[in-house]
């Protein structure tokens, strides 16, 4: 090709001309080219006619259908599909966040089967009038509130709690009660001092062994009284009174107190009975 | 249907969208894909990979033209073909120029035995010049003047600048020229002579 007219004439003004993407001005300047040389001229109409060649290639149908079936994309389609289920609608996300821990309870508590729930209210109703009976029976054997009892309210509920709580030791703390009484008594009028000493001894036997001597227990014995307060002698009156109303109070106490375990295991069953219904009847 | 609403679909795992999609491309797509790899079992098995990696890659389109994003993997889904193809090239009878069974579809009635041997035979003459460029030139080529894209199209299939698919446009049509010319007695008359 002549380099002057390569100079006017480059490359991409061919490719252009070729494409028909020129200005007029463009077209005038590469006809004027091809004119003045052979070579250029040559140049763009081969490349031209090879243009034409390739655009005239027929278009190429198509085999059969590429689109694609399940099992191609198996894993994405799981993915997916599962991505677009999961995620929440915006509603509910709110409702969500605004839940306080208040609310919850309630409805933790309010789920289950209703007619099981309703049987442990119940339960749960007679339990607490339970306590109350049982809160109303020992005020009675222990009889109207004195003006020394008001003063003990502070104190005494030790040995009052282990009376109601541990039922069964009732008589055993009543005895122990009556021995401490019966050692203050023994320690005013220096007779039968053995007894006191007897129950000292089956508390402490241990200690009494550890220390080899004899003489210890008895000299404890007295001991213990000059310790106990106004209080504690106070609930020492109160469960002297109590042994002296124990035969019309016991069976009493011990109808209570099985009426209040098997209550609290009713509360406790049938709750869990309407829970565990519920969920099998949500699965 | 619009197109932004069928891919969404395909993204919550709506494979019926995305199949939509496929059926508007297909065409197009197999015509690059055959141009390519000059092979229809070839072109077939890449396209039904480019789709699948389409689908699975989906996540990443981020808006702008479909077209040219989907042909991006058709055009490097053809380039792995072609590199596994000539890794695995042997002598063996498999390797033998087929026969075009899409020409035979193709034949227009009316021609004579002659004219249509004569054009089967330009046909794979093109064909193989094509197929002897270079990967990044039988693509310009390919996508501009077989399919008809734009250059600013194929610019962003191959991913470059607009000014380098005109100079590989350029190149791709003086080789395919020159190829041409050294075989100028199986070219119709019209073009043997100006080619010679």
Redo the contacts between chains.
């Keep these: 090709m002549d380099p002057q007219n390569l100079n006017s004439v480059d ?2 003004l ?2 252009a001309y ?1 494409d028909g993407d020129v200005t007029t001005e463009e077209r005038q300047r590469v006809e004027a080219a091809m004119a003045a040389s052979e070579q250029v001229a040559w140049e763009v ?3 031209r ?3 034409q ?3 005239d ?12 079936t ?1 099992d ?2 198996a894993d ?6 599962s ?2 289920k999961v995620e929440p609608p915006p509603p509910r996300q709110v409702d969500v966040s605004e839940d306080t821990v208040w609310q919850r309870l309630l409805r933790f508590l309010n789920g289950g089967d209703l007619a099981l729930r309703n049987a442990a209210a119940l339960a749960a109703v007679l339990l607490l009038l339970v306590f109350v009976a049982e809160f109303q029976l020992q005020r009675t054997q222990f009889g109207p509130p004195s003006g020394d009892s008001e003063q003990l309210s502070s104190a005494a509920p030790a040995p009052q709690a282990q009376v109601t709580a541990v039922g069964g030791s009732l008589s055993g703390q009543a005895d122990s009660g009556a021995g401490s009484s019966q050692a203050t008594a023994a320690e005013g009028s220096g007779q039968e001092d053995e007894e006191p000493v007897f129950g000292v001894m089956s508390t402490g036997e241990e200690e009494q062994r550890t220390a080899g001597s004899e003489q210890e227990p008895v000299a404890a014995a007295p001991v213990q009284p000059e310790k106990s307060s106004p209080a504690v002698e106070s609930s020492r009156q109160q469960l002297t009174g109590s042994e002296s109303a124990g035969p019309s109070g016991q069976p009493w106490v011990t109808v209570f107190r099985y009426a209040r375990i098997l209550l609290v295991l009713a509360v406790i069953v049938l709750w869990l009975l309407s829970r565990t219904r519920s969920g099998r009847g949500r699965a | 249907m619009d197109q932004d609403n069928l891919i969404e679909r395909s ?3 709506d ?1 019926e969208a ?2 939509q999609l ?2 508007e491309y ?2 197009l ?3 690059v894909a ?2 390519l790899l000059d092979d ?1 079992d070839s072109a ?1 098995d890449a ?2 990979d480019s ?2 990696k389409a ?2 890659a989906l996540e990443n389109y981020r808006g702008g033209n479909f077209k040219s994003w989907l042909m991006r993997i058709v055009v490097n889904t053809c380039y792995d073909h072609l590199r596994s193809r000539q890794r695995k090239r042997t002598e063996s009878l498999d390797d033998m120029p087929v026969e075009d ?3 035979t ?2 034949t227009d009635r009316s021609e004579s035995p002659q004219e249509y041997a004569e054009r089967r035979e ?2 794979a003459l ?1 064909g193989s010049a094509i197929t002897s460029l270079p990967e990044v030139l039988r693509t310009a ?1 390919v996508l501009r ?2 399919e ?1 894209y734009a250059y600013e199209e194929i610019a962003e299939i191959t991913s470059a600048a607009v000014g380098t698919v ?2 590989r ?2 190149r791709a ?2 080789r ?2 020159d190829y ?2 050294k075989n100028a007695e199986l070219l119709p008359a019209v ?1 043997r002579h ?2 010679e």
């Design positions: 490359e991409d061919v490719a070729v109409n081969t490349l006619q090879t243009v060649l390739l655009q290639m027929p278009s190429v149908p198509l085999p059969r259908s590429f689109t694609l399940e191609q994309v994405v389609l799981q993915e997916r599909r991505l677009a | 993204l919550q795992g494979l995305f199949n496929v059926i297909q065409g797509a197999y015509g055959y141009r229809p077939a396209l039904q789709f699948i689908f699975r069974e899409y020409v579809v193709l330009l046909q093109i080529i003047d077989v008809g005109k100079s446009i350029n049509r003086g395919v020229r041409l010319s073009y100006s080619l």
